[in-house]
């Protein structure tokens, strides 16, 4: 399995779209790793990512006052929240890979076209968005 990068993920910022993007890649990494050391491995660039992310993402939400703000920012607590337990255990942990795809998953393909839509539609990014899903 392999998640693609589709026009209807676009926030219509060119920085969240290329962090988003990134993400992307390292959701891959994920499914692709075949060993306990590259489980690892995507775990810490998780960690180190999501932490960069979430702050530019929410300082960006707080300069545009944007009113879902709060509950924004409890999604991203709650990610990091499961990323910070899943990095606690070990790897050969029968669901540990299973756990961490779903993570990944979750991030990508719920996270950021549901909860991220809606900032990109404060934004006034609605409308090209709209646009991008409707021919999809």
Sequence with gaps: MTIEWS???D???VQLNHQHRHLFVIANQVLRATSHDELLECVEHLVQY???HFAYEEMMMRKAGFPDYEAHVRSHQLLTSRLQKLSQ???ADAD???DLEQLVTDWS???IPKEDAKLAEYLGYGETRESDLSSS
């Design 7 to 9: 026009d209807r993920y």
């Design 11 to 13: 926030i219509g910022d």
């Design 50 to 52: 999501i932490e960069h």
């Design 89 to 91: 255990r070990a790897p």
């Design 96 to 98: 540990f890979k299973a």
């Design 109 to 111: 393909l719920i996270h």
